[in-house]
């Protein structure tokens, strides 16, 4: 398994958690609710490709069932993540479903940046220097 692939499960996790958080059992129902918020949405759709859409009532996968009744729980969601990393492992047409949702998703914080052209920087938050140039030079004065 490449480190590409760990990093695709990574980015989808947010989505897939919101998806449990918002419907609970229904998630994979295969029920359209135009009023979802993208985010959920997207979770939704990634967790109905990979485990089949079900009617509301229809016994979930195992690892599914686990983050629904105990969402907070750092080992039930990493059930979760590798149930989806083993499902693309071996399905290029699902892994590149996932890469395209995730790309095209909004940010699962609400925060998008985007940085284009030649030594572009996006950055959240800086308590540093950031320098794109070549032969910078710079003093950080620290207090003593």
Known sequence: ???????????????????????GGAV??????????????V?????????????????????????????DDPDNVAALRKALRKAMEGDRELESEVRQL?????????LRMTAMGERSVAVQANLGVIATGDGGSFTVKRDT
Request: charged residues 25%.
């Open 43 to 71: 979770g939704r759709r990634i967790l109905q490709r990979v485990f089949g859409a079900r009617r509301d009532g229809e016994e979930l996968p195992e690892e599914l069932a686990d983050v629904i009744a105990q969402p």
């Open 102 to 110: 995730v790309a095209e998703a909004p940010s699962a914080s609400g």
């Open 1 to 23: 398994m490449t480190g590409d692939l760990i990093q695709v499960v990574e980015s989808a996790t947010p989505y897939l958690t919101a998806a449990v958080s918002a419907y």
């Open 28 to 41: 994979l129902a295969q029920v359209e609710d135009n009023a979802a918020e993208a985010t959920v949405g």
